[in-house]
C-alpha cells in the first residue's frame, strides 16, 4: 500500500512496483484519515508511508498501527533528510526510512527487504544490523552504551541529558565518541542499528 497526498508521485512508485512480479500494489490513499480506513481494510504486507500528509504526519500512521498491533510493516518514504523524523519513525515502528531521490528498482528492492523481516535505513540503503560477525560497540563505554539505547528510543540530546541527569553537551560528547568508536557518521545510524538489533533479538527465540 503506498500513502502519498502527491498523485503523480503515488502513481509513479505504483508503477515501479507493479513491474516487479513478486509485487502488488493492492491500495492507495492521499491523507492519514483515507489511508487508516484502507489499511485496516487491506492490511498489506508493507505500506509505505509519505511523512507529510494534509491532514498529519506519516507517524500518526505508523503510531495507529502499532497501537492496533495492525500487520502491515512500515516504510516511511519522505523527500526530507530529517534525523530526528528517522528517530521519531524508528520508535514508532518504521522499518525502513527512504529519500524520494533513491532509484526506483531500489524502492522495490527495500520493500522486498522489509516484507523479509529486514530493518533498514536508507538514504543509500543503510542496513541496520551487525557486519561481519563483529561487534561495534565493543569499545563503548557504559555511558555511551546508554545514550546509544535512549537514541535508538528516540530521544533527543536534551531529552536523553534529562534522563541520565548530564549536561547537553556531554551527551554531544558521548555521541561523537560512539559514532567514531562504530564507524558510523550520523546519529541516525545509530537510530538504524539499534533498531535492527531489536528486531533481531526479538526474531531469535530464547535458549532453554
Known amino acids: 500500500m503506498i500513502v502519498d497526498d502527491h498523485e503523480i508521485v503515488r502513481r509513479g512508485i505504483a508503477e515501479i512496483i507493479e513491474r516487479a512480479e513478486d509485487l502488488k500494489v493492492v491500495a492507495e490513499a492521499g491523507t492519514v484519515a483515507d489511508a487508516l480506513v484502507r489499511v485496516r481494510l487491506v492490511q498489506p504486507d508493507v505500506i509505505l508511508v509519505d511523512l507529510q500528509l494534509p491532514d498529519g504526519t506519516g507517524i500518526d500512521i505508523l503510531k495507529v498501527l502499532k497501537a492496533e498491533d495492525l500487520p502491515s510493516l512500515p516504510i516511511i518514504l519522505t523527500s526530507f533528510d530529517d534525523d530526528s523524523a528517522v528517530a521519531e519513525g524508528l520508535a514508532a515502528g518504521a ?33 541496520a544490523r551487525k557486519s561481519d ?5 565493543a569499545n563503548l563505554t557504559p555511558s555511551e552504551r546508554k545514550v546509544l539505547m535512549l537514541i535508538g528510543d528516540g530521544l533527543s540530546n ?51
Open 95 to 127: 522499518k525502513a526510512f527512504v529519500l524520494k531521490n533513491v532509484r526506483g528498482n531500489e524502492i522495490a528492492e527495500v520493500v522486498r527487504q522489509v516484507a523479509a523481516g529486514q530493518v533498514l535505513l536508507d538514504d543509500r540503503t543503510l542496513t
Open 158 to 208: 536534551r531529552e536523553i541529558g534529562e534522563k541520565l541527569g548530564v549536561a547537553e553537551k556531554t551527551v554531544k560528547n558521548h555521541i561523537t565518541s560512539l559514532l567514531a568508536k562504530m564507524g558510523l557518521q550520523r546519529r541516525t545510524q545509530v537510530a538504524a542499528w539499534v533498531a535492527g538489533q531489536r528486531a533481531a533479538a526479538w526474531r531469535t527465540p530464547t535458549e532453554n
Open 133 to 137: 560477525g563483529d561487534d561495534p560497540t
